[in-house]
């Protein structure tokens, strides 16, 4: 009797430990048409039909779209999605998986987290190459928490069995709501998302989707709108076109001519490197493209970079990343850790702007500096900028959320903050010898 039920019980634990996505997803009525689109598409789903019995290393997540989210993608696109062809749905579906067995407690980070994915293709990803060679892939940030207009507040979600929803951002910013259900397949995990990710486009195409239209229009005046989109690992702080708005003249007076100009302005914007919010910690010291210092500090729940506010947050390009400010950046005092506010005055006054400092010879002082009162409630925006000298350059990790200074950061996979789910395989080796002493005592 002893025998029969440890044959049992083993295989069972077999049949489990090597379910493909497909069975794994059977009794989903929700997830029916992903089922059928895998089937009918073979080869763009090579990658879900064929991994399994992976290692912990190479296992996977699957964020599988809803049967709802099939019917939106058809009215939103005047096609089903398994027209499209199959190249394009490839990339699709490699948005679509996370690196990594990710459980609902993986994907809960108080600042969140960026995960990397599986898309690698050049168009939807040009974030660089990691210190060791391989490309850097796409990402989508994962956040249980409400950050956008740059505040975390907490947000009341529907619950689930397996916890509270989550909100992921791809492509132009777009979000959608992840639905915790922990589902394992041999090749990893999978949960369910109620709309389509987004692919990300480049960094002028993003900004415009978030009403950045002032950066955008900036960058086209100075001609540099080419070489913004296509300088690989570059994040934009954009201010929005409410803060432009407040110093008269900027678009028109001089263009390109000193510290004073319009693009000398846009190049103080950019960041060289993928700066996701969990990026910015506080007391850290960056350098824009052209050399000058910008001080992060954390406060009452708000991002400040110098002494303007992150009012909109992680809109992901195919090169980085987009963040919109509620005014101009001001310079940074690196003597006294003091911001001087962007004002016509100093824009009037070419002589009143300061040189860029060499990051060796600034403070890294992490005194949380007064920051001036915003006058603005500018709405979501995003902007980037031409790809010029950097005196400092950060690249975001291809793991989870990078928790180091930015100028510091070094571009290697991070996995520090994964809890690797324990595979099945040894689940299965462990409970079968534990049954074989049972059965010979």
Same mark, same amino acid.
């Given at each position: 009797?002893?025998?029969?039920?440890?044959?049992?019980?083993?295989?069972?634990?077999?049949?489990?430990?090597?379910?493909?996505?497909?069975?794994?997803?059977?009794?989903?009525?929700?997830?029916?048409? %992903?089922?059928?689109?895998?089937?009918?598409?073979?080869?763009?789903?090579?990658?879900?039909?064929?991994?399994?019995?992976?290692?912990?290393?190479?296992?996977?997540?699957?964020?599988?779209?809803?049967?709802?989210?099939?019917?939106?993608? /058809? /009215?939103?696109?005047?096609?089903?999605?398994?027209?499209? !062809?199959?190249?394009?749905?490839?990339?699709?579906?490699?948005?679509?998986?996370? +690196?990594?067995?990710?459980?609902?407690?993986?994907?809960?980070?108080?600042?969140?987290?960026?995960?990397?994915?599986?898309?690698?293709?050049?168009?939807?990803?040009?974030?660089?190459?990691?210190?060791?060679?391989?490309?850097?892939?796409?990402?989508?940030?994962?956040?249980?928490?409400?950050?956008?207009?740059?505040?975390?507040?907490?947000?009341? =979600? /529907?619950?689930?069995?397996?916890?509270?929803?989550?909100?992921?951002?791809?492509?132009?910013?777009? +979000?959608?709501?992840?639905?915790?259900?922990?589902?394992?397949?041999?090749?990893?995990?999978?949960?369910?998302?109620?709309? %389509?990710?987004?692919?990300?486009?480049? +960094?002028?195409?993003?900004?415009?989707?978030?009403?950045?239209? @002032?950066?955008?229009?900036?960058?086209?005046?100075?001609?540099?709108?080419?070489?913004?989109?296509? !300088?690989?690992?570059?994040?934009?702080?954009?201010?929005?076109?409410?803060?432009?708005?407040?110093?008269?003249?900027?678009? &028109? =007076?001089?263009?390109?001519?000193?510290?004073?100009?319009?693009?000398?302005?846009?190049?103080?914007?950019?960041?060289?490197?993928?700066?996701?919010?969990?990026? %910015?910690?506080?007391?850290?010291?960056? #350098?824009?493209?052209?050399?000058?210092?910008?001080?992060?500090? =954390?406060?009452?729940?708000?991002?400040?970079?110098?002494?303007?506010?992150?009012?909109?947050?992680?809109?992901?390009?195919?090169?980085?990343?987009? #963040?919109?400010?509620?005014?101009?950046?001001?310079?940074?005092?690196?003597? &006294?850790?003091?911001?001087?506010?962007?004002?016509?005055?100093?824009?009037?006054?070419?002589?009143?702007?300061?040189?860029?400092?060499?990051?060796?010879?600034?403070?890294?002082?992490?005194?949380?500096?007064?920051? !001036?009162?915003?006058?603005?409630?500018?709405?979501?925006?995003?902007?980037?900028?031409?790809?010029?000298? !950097?005196?400092?350059?950060?690249?975001?990790?291809?793991?989870?959320?990078?928790?180091?200074?930015?100028?510091?950061?070094?571009?290697?996979?991070?996995?520090?903050?994964?809890?690797?789910?324990?595979?099945?395989?040894?689940? @299965?080796?462990?409970?079968?010898?534990?049954?074989? @002493?049972?059965?010979?005592?």
């Amino acid at each position: 009797m002893k025998l029969m039920i440890l044959l049992s019980m083993l295989v069972e634990a077999s049949i489990v430990s090597a379910q493909t996505l497909l069975n794994a997803t059977a009794n989903y009525t929700q997830l029916s048409d %992903f089922r059928e689109l895998l089937m009918t598409n073979p080869n763009a789903a090579t990658r879900l039909l064929t991994n399994v019995n992976l290692s912990a290393a190479q296992k996977i997540t699957v964020l599988i779209p809803s049967n709802d989210a099939f019917t939106q993608f /058809q /009215q939103n696109n005047s096609m089903p999605v398994s027209a499209l !062809a199959s190249s394009d749905l490839a990339n699709i579906l490699d948005y679509h998986t996370l +690196q990594g067995s990710l459980s609902s407690s993986d994907l809960q980070h108080p600042m969140g987290l960026t995960a990397p994915t599986a898309l690698t293709n050049q168009t939807y990803d040009n974030r660089g190459l990691a210190s060791n060679g391989a490309k850097i892939p796409q990402v989508v940030y994962v956040s249980s928490v409400n950050t956008a207009n740059g505040t975390v507040t907490t947000v009341k =979600r /529907q619950a689930t069995s397996s916890g509270a929803n989550f909100d992921i951002k791809s492509g132009e910013g777009l +979000q959608t709501t992840l639905e915790p259900v922990n589902g394992v397949w041999s090749g990893g995990m999978f949960q369910i998302v109620n709309s %389509f990710l987004t692919l990300p486009v480049n +960094q002028t195409n993003t900004m415009a989707s978030q009403g950045l239209n @002032s950066f955008v229009s900036g960058l086209a005046l100075t001609d540099v709108t080419e070489g913004t989109n296509a !300088a690989p690992g570059l994040t934009c702080v954009c201010p929005a076109d409410q803060a432009f708005a407040a110093i008269p003249g900027l678009f &028109t =007076r001089n263009l390109t001519d000193g510290l004073g100009s319009l693009l000398a302005t846009l190049t103080r914007h950019g960041l060289t490197g993928s700066f996701y919010t969990p990026n %910015f910690t506080d007391g850290s010291l960056i #350098h824009s493209q052209n050399g000058y210092p910008i001080l992060v500090t =954390r406060l009452n729940g708000s991002i400040f970079l110098n002494d303007a506010r992150i009012v909109g947050t992680n809109f992901i390009s195919n090169t980085g990343c987009v #963040h919109a400010l509620d005014r101009v950046m001001g310079f940074l005092d690196t003597t &006294t850790n003091i911001t001087t506010p962007a004002t016509a005055a100093i824009y009037d006054n070419a002589s009143n702007i300061p040189s860029p400092i060499p990051l060796s010879k600034s403070t890294t002082s992490s005194t949380v500096i007064t920051l !001036a009162t915003s006058s603005s409630s500018a709405s979501v925006s995003t902007s980037t900028m031409p790809t010029t000298s !950097a005196g400092s350059s950060a690249s975001s990790s291809a793991g989870t959320t990078v928790m180091a200074p930015a100028s510091t950061a070094t571009g290697k996979p991070s996995t520090a903050n994964v809890a690797w789910p324990i595979e099945l395989g040894t689940w @299965s080796r462990l409970l079968g010898g534990a049954l074989w @002493s049972w059965l010979l005592l």
